[in-house]
Nanobody, 128 residues
């Protein structure tokens, strides 16, 4: 089993920044990749960013390219989502998820069904 705990959400004004953390514990050696997803009220959960467990390869959704970055701290088994230039449309509950399978390509990592473990989510609210 893998446990994921997100933190770092909050209320921020448009143009501001937040850094979300996803701390993994348990059988972390089995993790192949980690993804960040978000779900706004009344909308489907959508892919935001993904990173392989080595931290060497990443993907970002087009809607966040140039504003968000994903990274990993190997020593802490933690994946970060740095969010800059936030917009009101970024308001959502943000979830991290881990998959124990590949391949690590954009078609795979953006699929919700690819992931085996999910965190509880953290709320991000961007005011205009």
């Amino acid at each position: 089993q893998v446990q994921l705990v997100e933190s770092g959400g909050g209320l921020v004004q448009a143009g501001g920044s937040l850094r979300l953390s996803c701390a993994a514990s348990g059988r972390t050696f089995s993790i192949y990749a980690v993804g960040w997803f978000r779900q706004a009220p009344g909308k489907e959960r959508e892919f935001v960013a993904g990173i392989n467990w080595s931290g060497l390869r990443t993907y970002l959704a087009d809607s966040v390219k140039g504003r968000f970055t994903i990274s990993r701290d190997n020593a802490k088994n933690t994946v970060y989502l740095q969010m800059n230039s936030l917009k009101p449309e970024d308001t959502a509950v943000y979830y991290c998820a881990a998959t124990i399978r590949g391949p690590f390509n954009i078609d795979y990592v953006r699929q919700i069904r690819a992931y085996d473990y999910w965190g509880q989510g953290t709320q991000v609210t961007v005011s205009s």
